[in-house]
C-alpha cells in the first residue's frame, strides 16, 4: 500500500513552524510523568506521509539545482538564497529521521541518504568559503540531482515498507538505551556528543510531526518542546566544540563533561521515558 494521505497547508505549516523552533531553548517546559510510547499503525503512516509531503511540497528539483550551480558558477548565494537552502536541506534532514523511525529498514534509500550528507557538506563548504570542497560536492549534487536520479528517489521514497506498532516502539525504546549508555559516560568526545543530538533530533522530530497532525495533542506538544529545548542547547554547545577544534583551542575528539544543565534535562528524559 504506497498511497499516503494527503495534508491540509495548514498541517504543513505547522510543521514548519515546528522543526524551525527546535534550535529554540525553551526553559521553562517540562515532561510527563512518564511519556506514552502508544501510537497506531495510522499514526506511523500518517506520520511518514506528512514527511513526506513536506519535503515534496517544500521544493523544486530545479529550484535545488539552481542553488547548487550557481554556488558552483560565481561563489555566491545572496542570504535570502542561503536562508532558502539551509530549509530544503532541513526538509530532507526531517524525512531522513522519519525514514529511519517509521521504516521497516529504519534507514533511508541510499540515493537519498548520500543527498542529505552532501547538501550538508555542500553548505559547510560554502559557510566556510571552503572552494574544494565547495567544487567536489557541488558536482556530486549535480548527477544527484539529476533527473534520472531524482526519479528513482521519488519513486523509492513513495514505496516505503512501514515498521510495526510494536517494532516501532521497541526501536525508539532501543534510541533511549543507547542515549542512557552514552550519557553514563563522564566525558563525552565531540562524535559521541554529536551521537547524543542525533538521538534527541530524531525523537524531536517524531514529536514535531505528531503534533503538527493532531494540534491538540498535548502531551506531543510538552515533549516535543522539552527535545527542542535539549536541541538547542546541545547545538550551540556543538557550534563551539567545531569553532574550537578549527581554532586549534581544544580538539573536536577530546573529551569533556556534560554541562550540568543538559545532563539534568537528558537524565529527567531517561526517567520519565518507559524502558
Keep these: 500500500m504506497n498511497r499516503w494521505n494527503k495534508f491540509s497547508a495548514e498541517t504543513e505549516q505547522r510543521l ?58 560565481n561563489g555566491g548565494l545572496s542570504k535570502q538564497e542561503r536562508m532558502q537552502y539551509k530549509y530544503i536541506r532541513s526538509r530532507y534532514k526531517h524525512l531522513r529521521f522519519a525514514l529511519r523511525l517509521y521504516s521497516r529498514k529504519h534507514k533511508a ?51 516505503i515498507r512501514m515498521e510495526s506498532v510494536k517494532d516501532f516502539i521497541a526501536y525508539r525504546q532501543q534510541q533511549m538505551r543507547d542515549l542512557q549508555t552514552l550519557i553514563a559516560k563522564p566525558q563525552l568526545t565531540g562524535r559521541e556528543f ?19 497532525i493532531d494540534p491538540a495533542n498535548h502531551e506531543a506538544q510538552q515533549v516535543s518542546r522539552f527535545l527542542a529545548a535539549i536541541n538547542g542547547i546541545m547545538g550551540d554547545k556543538h557550534d563551539d566544540m567545531v569553532a574550537d577544534d578549527l581554532a586549534g583551542v581544544k580538539a573536536y575528539s577530546d573529551p569533556a563533561p556534560l554541562d ?16
Design 109 to 159: 534509500p541510499l540515493w537519498f541518504a548520500k543527498t542529505t550528507v552532501f547538501l550538508g557538506r555542500f553548505q559547510d563548504a560554502f559557510k566556510n568559503k571552503n572552494q574544494e570542497h565547495i567544487n567536489f560536492y557541488g558536482k556530486l549534487l549535480r548527477v544527484y540531482l539529476s533527473i534520472p536520479v531524482w526519479m528513482l528517489v521519488r519513486y523509492s521514497l513513495r514505496h
Design 16 to 73: 514548519f513552524t515546528a522543526i524551525d523552533e527546535d534550535d529554540i531553548a525553551d526553559e521553562h517546559v517540562s515532561l510527563p510523568d512518564t511519556i506514552n510510547l502508544q501510537c497506531t499503525e495510522e499514526n506511523i503512516r500518517a506520520n511518514y506521509g506528512l514527511c513526506l509531503q513536506y519535503w515534496e511540497d517544500g521544493f523544486t528539483r530545479a529550484e535545488l539545482l539552481r542553488l547548487v550551480l550557481k554556488q558552483l558558477r
Design 194 to 212: 554529536h551521537d547524543v543530538r542525533k538521538i534527541i533530533s530524531q525523537q524531536v522530530s517524531y514529536y514535531d510531526t505528531l503534533r503538527s
Design 260 to 275: 550540568a544543565d543538559l545532563r539534568q534535562r537528558l537524565e529527567l528524559l531517561l526517567a520519565r521515558y518507559p524502558l
